[in-house]
């Protein structure tokens, strides 16, 4: 019940386009979904996150569509460039835990 | 450069040795968490400590402990390491005792041989 889904687990889009990453969540607990973005030889970076009291959060070129009923939020990339190649993980944590559940990232390529 | 350091970058030992992984975290932070990223586990959460006290345990073995100093740094002692112990060991540090969101160091890249 603590697990977080995510897929896909790798995704190539050209630049420009919209990439979309969707994670699946079993624990109604859960009260914050944060995403962060890892760069090769860095640490994970806050980059969006969303309360489950709304439906959708914009930053930039970030979005976050949260759908509480089913349980799944997701991220949409909007026109993708080759800086933003890294891996993505989805997360969720619960009351005042602090403790992170993560997905299992979705390596994203952005090409010319 | 997020603030959080985390020493040595790299590390290579053989099995059944011990390491200490260690931990600044950002200036003003009170909170320091150690996850641990493998390739099959992802990243997962190891322990939490809060000004010097441990708050939340994960997932972490027996043969590892850590321990968070007055100067608010961290130490992530393993032992009696296994090659299932590779991976990278990350800290992580954020201002209060619960927070919904914190600040990622670098990492340390653990290899058992």
């Known amino acids: 019940q603590q697990q977080v889904k995510q897929s896909p687990q790798s995704l190539i889009v050209q630049k420009g386009g919209i990439p979309i990453i969707n994670c699946a969540y079993e624990n109604t607990a859960f009260d914050y979904f944060p995403w962060y973005q890892q760069f090769p030889g860095k640490g994970p970076a806050l980059l969006i996150a969303?309360?489950?009291?709304?439906s959708e959060k914009k930053e930039g070129r970030f979005t976050i569509s949260f759908n509480k009923s089913a349980k799944q939020f997701s991220l949409h990339i909007m026109d993708s460039q080759p800086g933003d190649s890294a891996t993505y993980f989805c997360a969720a944590t619960a009351g005042t835990a602090s403790k992170l559940t993560f997905g299992t990232g979705t390596r994203l390529q952005v090409t010319l | 450069d997020s603030g959080v350091t985390q020493t040595p970058k790299h590390l290579i030992t053989a099995t059944g040795q011990r390491v200490t992984l260690r931990c600044s975290p950002r200036?003003?932070?009170?909170?320091v968490y150690w996850y641990q990223q493998s390739l099959d586990q992802g990243l997962q959460f190891l322990i939490q400590y809060y000004n010097g006290e441990e708050r939340a345990k994960g997932n972490i073995l027996e043969r590892f402990s850590a321990q968070q100093f007055p100067d608010l740094h961290s130490e992530l002692n393993l032992s009696s390491l296994e090659l299932g112990d590779s991976a990278l060991y990350f800290c992580?540090?954020?201002?209060?005792?619960?927070?919904?969101?914190?600040?990622f160091g670098s990492g340390t890249r653990l290899t058992v041989v």
């Open positions: 992580a540090s954020s201002p209060r005792r619960s927070d919904y969101g914190y600040t």
């Open positions: 969303i309360r489950p009291d709304v």
């Open positions: 200036s003003g932070d009170l909170s």
